[in-house]
């Protein structure tokens, strides 16, 4: 799930789809300070980019931002701090863009052989 989630390294959210990432948070607040002019001064459309440094890049950035503070997503952020194993994972990706690539791909097979329910 660690390795999919880098798929966030691409695309947008809505405002609405992160205001409980703008609440209360201790850490990257010039990165929250961002957001928070971002939603309050659009409407409730607006869209953010997941990954405000290579948005348009698909990359180990997502991974990086997560270190720094700057994961979109409250549920992104939370990956860093849910348990060592998945901690460990995120800092692997972020120094090594093969190891991030190459667990993608084979995440991507496997989850491309489930069967959908019917």
Request: aromatic residues 8%; hydrophobic residues 35%; glycine residues 6%.
């Amino acid at each position: 799930m660690v390795a999919l989630s880098g798929a966030h390294t691409m695309g947008k959210a809505r405002c609405t789809t992160f205001t409980a990432r703008l609440q209360g948070s201790t850490t990257a607040l010039e990165y929250i300070q961002l957001l928070r002019q971002l939603c309050s001064e659009s409407d409730i459309n607006t869209l953010a980019n997941l990954d405000l440094a290579t948005p348009a890049t698909f990359d180990d950035q997502y991974y990086l931002n997560l270190l720094s503070g700057e994961g979109l997503l409250l549920s992104d952020q939370n990956i860093t701090t849910r348990d060592d194993q998945t901690r460990e994972l995120v800092e692997t990706y972020a120094q090594d863009p093969s190891a991030f690539f190459g667990d993608f791909k084979d995440s991507m097979v496997k989850m491309g052989r489930v069967e959908a329910w019917e």
